[in-house]
Protein backbone atom coordinates (compact mmCIF):
# COMPACT_ATOMS: atom_id res chain seq x y z
CA UNK A 1 0.00 0.00 0.00
CA UNK A 2 1.26 3.64 -1.29
CA UNK A 3 -1.26 6.13 -1.90
CA UNK A 4 -4.14 6.89 0.38
CA UNK A 5 -7.18 9.41 0.05
CA UNK A 6 -8.16 11.05 3.36
CA UNK A 7 -11.80 12.46 2.36
CA UNK A 8 -12.88 14.45 5.80
CA UNK A 9 -14.76 17.64 5.58
CA UNK A 10 -13.22 18.12 8.89
CA UNK A 11 -9.35 19.91 8.81
CA UNK A 12 -8.56 18.48 11.83
CA UNK A 13 -9.31 14.79 10.75
CA UNK A 14 -7.39 15.47 7.89
CA UNK A 15 -4.25 16.67 9.36
CA UNK A 16 -4.56 13.64 12.26
CA UNK A 17 -4.75 11.39 9.36
CA UNK A 18 -2.38 12.53 6.95
CA UNK A 19 0.19 12.90 10.08
CA UNK A 20 -0.10 9.51 11.02
CA UNK A 21 -0.18 8.11 7.68
CA UNK A 22 2.74 10.02 5.98
CA UNK A 23 4.51 8.70 9.08
CA UNK A 24 3.88 5.07 8.70
CA UNK A 25 5.55 5.49 4.82
CA UNK A 26 2.29 6.56 2.54
CA UNK A 27 2.15 9.11 -0.15
CA UNK A 28 -1.74 11.04 1.22
CA UNK A 29 -3.79 12.59 -1.48
CA UNK A 30 -6.71 14.74 0.59
CA UNK A 31 -10.53 15.60 -0.77
CA UNK A 32 -12.62 17.76 1.48
CA UNK A 33 -16.21 16.63 -0.14
CA UNK A 34 -17.29 13.59 -2.05
CA UNK A 35 -17.41 15.42 -5.14
CA UNK A 36 -13.63 15.90 -4.91
CA UNK A 37 -13.21 12.60 -3.79
CA UNK A 38 -15.07 11.02 -7.17
CA UNK A 39 -12.85 13.50 -9.26
CA UNK A 40 -9.92 12.15 -7.22
CA UNK A 41 -10.99 8.74 -7.29
CA UNK A 42 -11.37 8.58 -11.73
CA UNK A 43 -7.96 11.10 -12.00
CA UNK A 44 -5.27 8.56 -10.39
CA UNK A 45 -5.20 5.31 -8.46
CA UNK A 46 -5.24 5.24 -4.68
CA UNK A 47 -4.41 2.01 -2.29
CA UNK A 48 -6.76 2.86 0.50
CA UNK A 49 -9.66 5.37 1.43
CA UNK A 50 -10.14 6.76 4.23
CA UNK A 51 -14.05 8.10 3.36
CA UNK A 52 -16.41 10.05 6.26
CA UNK A 53 -20.00 9.28 5.63
CA UNK A 54 -21.14 12.85 6.95
CA UNK A 55 -19.52 15.05 3.88
CA UNK A 56 -21.33 18.19 2.39
CA UNK A 57 -23.31 17.99 -0.98
CA UNK A 58 -22.53 14.23 -0.78
CA UNK A 59 -22.22 11.67 1.57
CA UNK A 60 -19.70 9.21 1.99
CA UNK A 61 -22.13 6.27 1.59
CA UNK A 62 -23.01 7.97 -2.00
CA UNK A 63 -19.16 8.02 -2.98
CA UNK A 64 -18.55 4.82 -2.35
CA UNK A 65 -21.85 3.46 -4.29
CA UNK A 66 -20.67 5.95 -7.37
CA UNK A 67 -16.94 4.66 -7.36
CA UNK A 68 -18.01 0.81 -6.79
CA UNK A 69 -20.76 1.70 -9.83
CA UNK A 70 -17.97 2.93 -11.76
CA UNK A 71 -15.30 0.07 -10.94
CA UNK A 72 -13.42 1.79 -8.38
CA UNK A 73 -13.00 -1.12 -5.99
CA UNK A 74 -9.88 -0.01 -3.69
CA UNK A 75 -10.38 -0.85 0.12
CA UNK A 76 -12.42 1.88 1.97
CA UNK A 77 -12.84 2.21 5.32
CA UNK A 78 -15.40 4.53 6.60
CA UNK A 79 -15.25 6.96 9.47
CA UNK A 80 -18.10 8.16 11.14
CA UNK A 81 -19.49 9.80 14.56
CA UNK A 82 -23.09 8.56 14.03
CA UNK A 83 -22.52 4.99 13.38
CA UNK A 84 -26.12 2.98 12.52
CA UNK A 85 -27.05 -0.39 11.75
CA UNK A 86 -28.41 1.02 8.11
CA UNK A 87 -25.34 2.88 7.26
CA UNK A 88 -22.89 0.00 8.01
CA UNK A 89 -25.02 -2.71 6.27
CA UNK A 90 -25.01 -0.48 3.28
CA UNK A 91 -21.49 0.46 3.09
CA UNK A 92 -20.62 -3.24 4.02
CA UNK A 93 -22.13 -4.51 1.23
CA UNK A 94 -20.83 -1.86 -0.84
CA UNK A 95 -16.75 -3.21 0.17
CA UNK A 96 -15.85 -1.16 3.05
CA UNK A 97 -12.98 -3.18 4.88
CA UNK A 98 -13.49 -1.16 8.10
CA UNK A 99 -14.97 1.48 10.58
CA UNK A 100 -13.26 3.79 12.22
CA UNK A 101 -15.60 5.73 15.06
CA UNK A 102 -15.01 9.13 15.65
CA UNK A 103 -13.76 10.76 17.41
CA UNK A 104 -10.22 8.52 17.11
CA UNK A 105 -6.72 8.85 18.39
CA UNK A 106 -3.56 8.00 16.48
CA UNK A 107 -3.24 5.00 18.34
CA UNK A 108 -6.82 3.86 16.65
CA UNK A 109 -5.41 4.73 13.19
CA UNK A 110 -2.07 2.78 13.54
CA UNK A 111 -3.58 -0.14 14.72
CA UNK A 112 -6.62 -0.12 11.81
CA UNK A 113 -3.59 0.24 9.26
CA UNK A 114 -1.76 -2.75 10.99
CA UNK A 115 -4.80 -4.91 10.73
CA UNK A 116 -4.54 -4.23 7.14
CA UNK A 117 -0.96 -4.58 6.30
CA UNK A 118 -1.72 -8.40 7.76
CA UNK A 119 -5.03 -9.05 5.52
CA UNK A 120 -3.17 -7.46 2.52
CA UNK A 121 -0.37 -9.52 3.32
CA UNK A 122 -2.39 -12.83 3.45
CA UNK A 123 -3.50 -11.65 -0.40
CA UNK A 124 -0.30 -11.42 -1.70
CA UNK A 125 1.05 -14.38 -0.02
CA UNK A 126 -1.68 -16.47 -1.34
CA UNK A 127 -4.23 -14.52 -3.78
CA UNK A 128 -6.33 -17.72 -4.65
CA UNK A 129 -6.96 -17.89 -0.80
CA UNK A 130 -7.60 -14.40 -0.17
CA UNK A 131 -10.15 -14.56 -2.53
CA UNK A 132 -11.79 -17.66 -1.09
CA UNK A 133 -11.97 -15.69 1.70
CA UNK A 134 -13.40 -13.07 0.25
CA UNK A 135 -16.44 -15.15 -1.63
CA UNK A 136 -16.95 -16.63 1.98
CA UNK A 137 -17.32 -13.31 3.07
CA UNK A 138 -19.70 -12.43 0.57
CA UNK A 139 -17.20 -9.83 -0.37
CA UNK A 140 -18.57 -10.92 -4.22
CA UNK A 141 -16.87 -7.64 -6.48
CA UNK A 142 -13.53 -7.71 -4.38
CA UNK A 143 -13.44 -10.95 -4.80
CA UNK A 144 -14.12 -11.46 -8.66
CA UNK A 145 -12.27 -8.37 -8.98
CA UNK A 146 -8.91 -10.05 -7.48
CA UNK A 147 -9.59 -13.51 -9.42
CA UNK A 148 -9.52 -11.68 -12.33
CA UNK A 149 -6.13 -10.45 -11.99
CA UNK A 150 -5.01 -13.85 -10.91
CA UNK A 151 -6.54 -15.55 -14.19
CA UNK A 152 -4.39 -13.53 -15.88
CA UNK A 153 -1.32 -14.84 -14.15
CA UNK A 154 -2.60 -18.74 -13.47
CA UNK A 155 -5.19 -19.36 -16.50
CA UNK A 156 -4.81 -22.89 -16.23
CA UNK A 157 -5.85 -22.42 -12.50
CA UNK A 158 -9.37 -24.85 -12.06
CA UNK A 159 -9.41 -23.28 -8.48
CA UNK A 160 -9.78 -19.95 -9.71
CA UNK A 161 -12.73 -20.70 -12.48
CA UNK A 162 -14.72 -22.73 -9.81
CA UNK A 163 -14.24 -19.47 -7.28
CA UNK A 164 -15.63 -17.26 -10.25
CA UNK A 165 -18.40 -19.59 -10.72
CA UNK A 166 -19.54 -19.29 -6.75
CA UNK A 167 -19.33 -15.51 -7.03
CA UNK A 168 -21.57 -15.53 -10.27
CA UNK A 169 -23.89 -18.20 -8.64
CA UNK A 170 -24.21 -16.05 -5.29
CA UNK A 171 -25.05 -12.89 -7.19
CA UNK A 172 -27.57 -15.09 -9.07
CA UNK A 173 -25.86 -15.27 -12.53
CA UNK A 174 -26.58 -19.48 -12.74
CA UNK A 175 -25.65 -19.42 -16.67
CA UNK A 176 -22.86 -18.11 -16.14
CA UNK A 177 -21.63 -19.64 -13.21
CA UNK A 178 -22.27 -23.03 -15.19
CA UNK A 179 -19.88 -21.81 -17.70
CA UNK A 180 -16.95 -21.45 -15.05
CA UNK A 181 -17.54 -24.37 -13.55
CA UNK A 182 -17.44 -26.36 -16.57
CA UNK A 183 -14.14 -25.01 -17.38
CA UNK A 184 -12.67 -25.50 -13.65
CA UNK A 185 -13.59 -29.26 -14.64
CA UNK A 186 -11.86 -29.10 -17.39
CA UNK A 187 -8.82 -27.82 -15.82
CA UNK A 188 -8.97 -30.60 -13.34
CA UNK A 189 -9.48 -33.26 -15.40
CA UNK A 190 -5.83 -32.35 -17.36
Known sequence: MKKVLVVDDTKNIRSLLTACLEL??????????????????HA???????????????????????????????????MTAF????????????????YLQKPFTADKVRSVIKELKESIQLSTDDPVAAAKKLVDGDKLEDAYDLLKQELGRQPDNAE?????????EKKGDIKKAEKFFNTARQFSDI
Not at 51 to 77: C, F, N, Q
Not at 84 to 98: H, M
Not at 160 to 168: A, P, T
Open 24 to 41: EGYQVGVAYDGKMALEML
Open 83 to 98: ATVKNAVECTKLGAVQ
Open 160 to 168: IYYLMGKVL
Open 44 to 78: ESFDLVFLDIKLPEMSGTEVLRKARAVGIHVPVII
